[in-house]
């Protein structure tokens, strides 16, 4: 067998819902979310450090995803609804995991979670037919494929805006 057919095992690990804003908790546990951030976007990828915490974290829905038992931050991602004219939805962002654990499904975990509770979290607000999701992605980079193959796995489609000069 050949090391790309060889069944990747993740890591023991779980995924928890940082707890919402006023709650006791959410500080530090968002703080980790934002280090693992930190660790990708900026150290790995060369973003600016000045654009990662931005004016959705304070009321986002956060997900961090730690190792067990050491309880490590490995990866995270983040949501929330957005009301515009043309209806609302759920803006998924900030999705990383840490370089040495990918490919183990563990972002697509992440992905799913997300799209779990933005199910039950449109049903308890009456809506009952679908959700809508829309995630901004990177496109190809010169050190990486970019994520936009990843996010059609989960059925999400590209939409292309041209902007003039
Ligand atoms: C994108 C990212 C979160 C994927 O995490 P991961 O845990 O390695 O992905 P998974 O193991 O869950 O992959 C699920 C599927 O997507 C595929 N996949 C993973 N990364 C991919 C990529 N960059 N492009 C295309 N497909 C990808 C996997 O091969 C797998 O396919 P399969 O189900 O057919 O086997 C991770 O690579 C990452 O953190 N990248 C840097 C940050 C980033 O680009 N975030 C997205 C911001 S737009």
């Known amino acids: 067998m050949t090391d790309d057919a060889a069944i990747r095992v993740p890591p023991a690990h779980e995924i928890i819902i940082v707890p919402p804003p006023e709650h006791q908790g959410r500080l530090a546990l968002l703080q980790q979310c934002i280090q693992v951030r930190i660790a990708v976007f900026v150290t790995e990828q060369g973003f600016p450090l000045e654009v990662e915490v931005d004016e959705h974290d304070p009321i ?13 931050p490995i990866g995270t991602i983040r949501a929330h609804k957005v009301a515009s004219a043309a209806g609302s939805y759920y803006k ?74």
Request: hydrophobic share 45%.
């Open 60 to 72: 986002a829905t956060h997900w961090l995803l730690r190792l067990l038992p050491s309880l490590e």
């Open 92 to 165: 998924l962002a900030r999705l990383v995991i840490l370089k040495e654990y990918r490919h183990y499904k563990l972002g697509a975990n992440l992905v799913l979670a997300l799209h779990n509770w933005a199910k039950n979290h449109a049903r308890e607000s009456g809506v009952n037919d679908f959700v809508k999701i829309v995630c901004h992605s990177q496109a190809a980079r010169k050190d990486s494929g970019g994520a936009v193959a990843f996010y059609r796995k989960f059925g999400y489609e590209e939409e292309v805006i041209i902007v003039t000069l």
